[in-house]
């Protein structure tokens, strides 16, 4: 009798360890959150001297102008420009990589190996790679473009505000672009081959068989792929921040910047923490509206 | 083009016969494809090798032109040196070896003990542990935060590698268990129950049985782990502010100078910080990236 109660208790001890640390990190985190975005804290008080602020965080955060800007600035340049670049290139080096011509020249694993190289980099050291590179005077972009004669003098890439979104995707898109390549790889070898076989006997040729057979069989996995780089991307406090610290100005301030500035510079945790729930509200949003959008498409296909 | 040809030679050298019927195939026309592929993938390693060979170049020389005659001239480990010497970076290397290598080890045994009970059980509140796994991948980390950083405060918890170690192994354990879960179901429950008849405790099974038999997939799981912990930015930044404890990647950030940087340092720097997650990686290529795809599109 008590052996078996020990039994069944066991699966709750093996995974109590575990369920142990998410809670603490991330479910307790994720309440008190939302209770310190309505309070008035600073990182110098302990959280009883906190003050109800009301809606004070959040009306603030509209007035102040920034934040639509930020917001927008998240939405639109740091997260789907570079999803959008991402899985338009991403698909043309996946095709690529499945190509029979690599395979003929057996190029394949040299090929697959120099793209996943920028994947092993770790973010940090990718952004001072780039930053070195993308030098105002004397980065090795602007040496070239000189030597050239395309420019007279050196462009300050990251520091003014006509060139600086493109310096950011394009670090980011350098940096991420090896896990798209992979898993749409994968989505590609997953596809039997005997259904282009059949495509074939029944007289499709290249691209009837690319929309009956490929692009249905991908859908799946781009759903995946798209839901999870929005949400990394969308939060993503790294390249930003390293690149341009939100600058020149705040021309490339972005939520999750927004979010470390008002917490940590300007000693406000509880506007910080109403910007953390600002995105967690966002994100939820587009979780669902997304996977209802695609779930649907895939029933009337 | 010289790399597509050499590496033709060699694979002919090594595997002449059953080849040859493809390489007859390789037409002049597949150039149209291979030359720009090949741009690119040199456009994607350019910034590797740049950084590596900046690494290398004098400061003198780093900000003059490069010409054909001074490329390779004066190359040396001075900018190593100065990093080391110079600036904190000896601390901080056995700083992030110390959080992530105990780290590691902690969500390894985490995720092991986890993932038996996720792969072996059919108890109740098992969809909903699995529910928590997969969206705790989609919750924000910089929401978190502000919220651990209190709580930690609370806990007196910041500006110690007890805290960075503890945040690490919070945020590594969900994909962890969700891998180790996966290689688990791929050993036969059978071996286990045999050894429980034999009257093998539970935590004899996992350790004697089959720790042994999913070993490939527990170094994968601590590779992966390990990488992760190594890149991690925010919360070592947040919560070390004493500087004899920051990790390699802070060290990075603080490098980036207000008025110049010295960027043989930085890049030196930034090569030491790549090394262990490079050298990992291509020892385990396959393996991991087939692991990481997998957690990603698990669902």
């Known amino acids: 009798m008590i052996a078996s109660r020990l039994r069944s208790a066991q699966p709750y001890l093996l995974s109590a360890p575990a369920l142990l640390v998410i809670g603490l990190l991330f479910l307790i985190p994720s309440v008190y959150n939302v209770v310190l975005a309505f309070q008035h804290l600073t990182p110098y008080q302990s959280p009883g001297e906190a003050e109800a602020a009301g809606l004070e965080n959040f009306t603030d955060l509209w007035s102040s102008g920034d934040l639509p800007h930020a917001a927008l600035n998240t939405v639109l340049w740091l997260t789907a420009a570079t999803v959008v670049l991402r899985l338009g290139i991403g698909l043309g080096l996946a095709l690529a990589l499945e190509s029979p011509i690599l395979r003929r020249w057996r190029l394949r694993g040299v090929s697959r190996t120099i793209i996943l190289i920028p994947w092993m980099v770790p973010q940090v050291v990718a952004i001072a790679a780039w930053r070195w590179i993308l030098d105002g005077s004397t980065g090795v972009l602007n040496q070239a473009l000189t030597g050239l004669g395309l420019i007279d003098q050196g462009v300050p890439f990251l520091a003014q505000t006509s060139t600086v979104w493109w310096s950011i995707i394009a670090i980011i898109v350098w940096r991420e672009l090896p896990f798209v390549v992979m898993v749409l790889v994968a989505g590609l070898q997953s596809i039997p081959a005997e259904q282009y076989e059949a495509a074939a006997v029944d007289g499709a040729g290249r691209w009837a068989s690319w929309r009956s057979v490929t692009v249905p069989h991908l859908r799946p996995v781009l759903t995946v792929v798209v839901l999870v780089t929005v949400i990394q991307t969308f939060n993503n406090f790294v390249y930003v921040w390293l690149t341009t610290g939100g600058g020149p100005g705040n021309a490339t301030a972005v939520l999750a910047t927004e979010l470390y500035s008002a917490a940590f510079f300007d000693n406000d945790l509880g506007a910080g923490a109403a910007i953390g729930l600002l995105m967690t509200a966002i994100m939820a949003i587009f979780a669902v509206v997304y996977l209802r959008v695609t779930s649907t498409k895939g029933d009337s296909r | ?299």
């Open chain 2, 1 to 299: 083009m010289t790399t597509a040809r050499s590496d033709r030679m060699t694979v002919a050298r090594s595997r002449p016969a059953p080849r040859r019927a493809s390489r007859e195939n390789r037409r002049p026309r597949d150039l149209v494809f291979l030359v720009p592929f090949a741009v690119v993938l040199l456009v994607i390693l350019f910034p590797v090798i740049w950084m590596l060979y900046s690494s290398l170049r004098p400061v003198q020389a780093i900000s003059q032109g490069i010409t054909w005659r001074n490329v390779f001239s004066g190359l040396s480990l001075d900018s190593y040196a100065r990093l080391f010497e110079q600036t904190g970076f000896g601390r901080y290397l056995p700083n992030s070896i110390i959080v992530c290598v105990s780290g590691t080890v902690i969500t390894v045994a985490i995720a092991t003990l986890a993932g038996f009970a996720l792969s072996r059980f059919a108890f109740r509140g098992r969809p909903a542990v699995m529910l928590v796994l997969v969206a705790t991948q989609l919750l924000p980390f910089v929401v978190l935060i502000t919220p651990v950083y209190l709580l930690f405060a609370e806990l007196r918890l910041l500006n110690s590698f007890a805290g960075l170690i503890i945040v690490y192994v919070a945020i590594t354990t969900p994909l962890a268990t969700l891998l180790m879960t996966g290689f688990l179901n791929a050993v036969p429950q059978t071996l286990d129950e045999a050894a429980r008849i034999d009257g093998a405790s539970t935590l004899t099974v996992i350790v004697r049985v089959i720790a042994p038999l999913v070993w490939p997939g527990i170094v994968t799981v601590g590779v992966t782990t390990f990488i992760a912990m190594w890149d991690e930015f925010l919360f070592a930044q947040v919560f070390l502010t004493s500087d004899s404890l920051k990790t390699v990647q802070v060290g990075i950030a603080g490098l980036f100078g207000e008025y110049g940087t010295d960027w043989g340092v930085v890049m030196a720097a930034s090569v030491v910080a790549a090394l262990p997650t490079v050298v990992l990686f291509s020892l385990l290529q396959r393996r991991l990236v087939a692991g990481m795809t997998a957690g990603a599109v698990k669902e």
